[in-house]
């Protein structure tokens, strides 16, 4: 064999370790990722209850309800409407109102179980994946308050 042949099979063995290593990085990874959706795109989907999602929205008013430590709400994308139950700590930014980003499971009479919660952290901030969603429905310009996105959309 020739150096310009062994130089070549090098090459190739080399891209074909890197080709696999990759694909087994994905195949890792392929449990770990969660993509964000939105109410009415959870309710529409057919969903495993064994997979994890991530969903956000608003938190719907007069719909907060502490149970315990179980704490029920109802979160919305001016759509559809989506019951949440969450067993954890609350973060003091938590109100209705306002967005959030929650992670879990969909149950088998639709209700989304959150193991995870993550609110607002000030007056101006919206999750990017809600204020997407808010809008490409129309319902969100830039700049808009809580008070503007809700004149919106009545």
Avoid: C
Avoid at 122 to 136: F, I
């Amino acid at each position: 064999m020739t150096r310009k042949q062994q130089r070549f099979t090098f090459i190739i063995v080399g891209l074909a370790l890197l080709g696999l290593a990759t694909g087994l990085i994905l195949t890792a990874m392929e449990d770990g990722i969660s993509f964000f959706k939105t109410p009415t795109e959870i309710l529409t989907e057919k969903t495993d209850s064994q997979k994890r999602s991530r969903i956000g929205g608003l938190v719907m008013d007069n719909s907060v309800k502490h149970q315990g430590s179980l704490l029920k709400f109802d979160i919305t994308d001016n759509q559809s409407e989506l019951k949440v139950e969450y067993e954890g700590v609350v973060p003091d930014l938590f109100k209705e109102g306002q967005g959030v980003v929650l992670e879990g499971y969909l149950s088998q009479d639709k209700i989304f179980l959150a193991d995870s919660l993550l609110a607002k952290h000030d007056e101006n901030y919206m999750p990017k994946e809600v204020a997407d969603s808010l809008k490409a429905q129309g319902h969100w310009q830039e700049g808009d308050t809580k008070a503007e996105v809700q004149k919106v959309s009545e």
